[in-house]
């Protein structure tokens, strides 16, 4: 158990509406990541984060926002929700790679978000 | 450039079958890792290995068996003798060693067994 939560599970929102995604880990870790994943698409990352306050921007970062100010919670926002944003969103954490770490990603539950 | 290729969209196999995932990479580093992970139908992703690009040797996990072939740059999943619980969507993955955002997935191969 890499003890990663997400919150909301479910969200149904209309167009137009802030949302935000949290994801909470327990376990200490360095990065940790947002993807989405859509039918046909997989999964893509969204932004991603190496420390407190230190973020980037995966292939698919428009209309996203993220924050990181403790190791343990990494925000995701949509600050205005459009309906190509209805999807699922996975947060994953990893230690890097490097000092015997290899990298593999563990992932949380997942957030399934509709802007109607 | 990277890339991940899971060619079969979709599998259906009887239940004692046996069936295997296959999985194409592309990539200029010289050192990198594969995994695989499952997503049953209520939804998690499941990490279930990780391969070093200089360890080619086959593993073998109870029904589960991973066949790594650098030479055709494949990296192939079977299940022995499947069950209804291995109904779920695998996902092969790729990540250059020294790259913690650039980890490429594959689109997926949804296999059902069916009873």
């Known amino acids: 158990d890499a003890g990663i939560t997400q919150s909301p599970r479910h969200k149904v929102t209309e167009t137009g509406t802030p949302v935000t995604l949290r994801c909470h880990q327990t376990e200490n870790h360095r990065y940790m990541y947002w993807y989405r994943q859509d039918p046909g698409h997989g999964l893509r990352l969204i932004h991603y984060s190496y420390g407190v306050k230190d973020t980037d921007k995966g292939e698919v970062s428009d209309g996203y926002s993220v924050s990181r100010s403790k190791t343990e919670d990494f925000l995701l926002t949509l600050e205005s929700a459009t309906s190509s944003q209805t999807s699922v969103y996975f947060c994953a954490i990893t230690e890097g790679v490097g000092g015997g770490n290899t990298g593999e990603l563990f992932f949380g539950e997942g957030s399934r978000l509709t802007v109607l | 450039a990277q890339k991940v290729t899971q060619a079969q969209t979709e599998i259906s196999v009887v239940e004692k079958e046996d069936v295997t995932l296959d999985c194409v990479y592309e990539t200029r580093d010289t050192t990198y890792y594969l995994f695989w992970y499952k997503q049953p139908p209520s939804g998690e992703l499941v990490f279930l290995i990780r391969r070093n690009s200089f360890d080619e040797q086959n593993e073998i996990s109870g029904r589960y068996s991973w066949n790594f072939q650098k030479s055709t740059s494949s990296f192939n999943f079977t299940i022995t003798a499947s069950q209804v619980v291995d109904s779920a969507v695998y996902f092969c993955?790729?990540?250059?060693?020294?790259?913690?955002?650039?980890?490429?997935f594959g689109p997926g191969t949804s296999l059902s067994v069916i009873p």
């Open positions: 993955a790729l990540r250059p060693k020294t790259s913690y955002d650039k980890v490429i």
